[in-house]
């Protein structure tokens, strides 16, 4: 077994909130706070940590705006973060194709 890919997954990624939250933002061209905390089922603090987390790693960009007079803020992943999403998933894809059973 080739110890290479296992070596080379991003800590910043790997940890499942983070995780979960690159893999929301993939799938959308960005969320808003409420919309990444109810669907993820995480209390304020703790996404708020995770993104704080991603953003300084560069994997998702932040804007902050108002709609109908109130504060929003809104995620999306940046062209570095899909890349390195991207790439993660290429690794897990190379671990599992080495751990096959071969017939």
Do not use: C, W
Not at 18 to 43: G, H, N, V, Y
Request: aromatic letters at 6%; glycine letters at 4%; hydrophobic letters at 35%.
């Amino acid at each position: 077994m080739n110890p290479e890919p296992f070596l080379q997954l991003d800590r910043v990624i790997h940890e499942k909130g983070r995780l979960t939250i690159l893999s929301l933002l993939a799938a959308a061209p960005q969320l808003s706070f409420t919309e990444m905390r109810d669907t993820l089922k995480m209390t304020d603090g703790n996404l708020s940590v995770h993104v704080r987390t991603l953003q300084e790693a560069g994997h998702v960009s932040v804007t902050k705006s108002y709609q109908y007079g109130r504060p929003q803020t809104t995620y999306a992943l940046t062209p570095e973060g899909r890349k390195a999403f991207t790439h993660y998933l290429d690794l897990l894809e190379q671990i599992v194709q080495q751990n096959k059973p071969r017939k």
